[in-house]
């Protein structure tokens, strides 16, 4: 099953799609409905992705970084009470993702031609996994078993990114597919169905296929990340 809607997050962004609770309202639509028994939730794994649209939209509500972190903390607590009450359905392992490093997300990194991550966004990114990760082990204290599991998502970005602190390739953090001008992105066309946007000559070389969204190589080194640190703790 899958509930996500693309370009939400946990509390209201600026798309017009359900946020987290209203998604987990879904689920529990189909529990009432019995399309799912307490037998199927007991042998099932929740995975919770919070992906950085809430700091989007708070950022173009005209916040700053100064008032970050209190902002942090509100999301995390909404954040971990989504997760209680996906447990409470009877699901009895639920996987959240930590934040990947958002500074070195192409839509940033483009203000120095590629070549630096914004220190700002990913120390923004380290304070909420730190916040995150606290959360669940107070939950997991709380409930006396290990319930919920974080995805390290932020390392395991960086590892593929860093070497010793330093960038291994100043291209990781190219995107692959780009708009011709910067009024357009990628796979925009004009009105006459002209593509405005260029893909790289070796896609599958990319992390980031575009401004925002990691390429099917990134999430791939990602997988390899968490299948050889994380993963083996869902079951």
């Given at each position: 099953m899958n509930?996500?809607?693309g370009g939400t997050g946990v509390f209201d962004t600026f798309v017009n799609a359900p946020n987290m609770a209203t998604q987990i309202d879904f689920f529990q639509q189909l529990l009432d409905e019995k399309v799912y028994t307490k037998q199927d939730l007991s042998s099932s794994v929740a995975l919770v992705s919070l992906a950085g649209n809430d700091y989007t939209a708070y950022m173009q509500r005209n916040g700053n970084f100064q008032d970050m972190p209190a902002f942090t903390a509100s999301l995390v607590n909404q954040l971990s009470a989504?997760?209680?009450r996906i447990h409470d359905f009877g699901v009895r392992k639920i996987a959240v993702t930590t934040l990947q490093p958002l500074g070195c997300l192409p839509v940033l990194t483009a203000f120095s031609s590629y070549q630096q991550c914004s220190k700002n966004w990913n120390a923004a990114s380290k304070f909420h996994n730190q916040k995150l990760q606290q959360a669940i082990e107070r939950m997991n204290n709380e409930s006396g078993r290990q319930i919920y599991e974080t995805l390290d998502l932020y390392n395991a970005f960086m590892s593929k990114?860093?070497?010793g602190g330093?960038?291994?390739?100043?291209?990781?953090l190219t995107?692959?597919?780009v708009g011709v001008e910067s009024n357009y992105s990628c796979g925009n066309i004009d009105k006459?169905?002209?593509k405005k946007y260029v893909i790289c000559d070796q896609p599958e070389l990319s992390v980031f296929w575009d401004l925002v969204?990691?390429?099917?190589n990134g999430w791939h080194q990602v997988f390899l990340f968490l299948n050889s640190s994380?993963?083996?703790q869902l079951y």
């Open positions: 509930f996500a809607f989504n997760l209680k990114l860093n070497n330093n960038l291994k390739s100043r291209s990781f995107p692959c597919c006459n169905g002209a969204h990691p390429a099917q994380s993963l083996h």
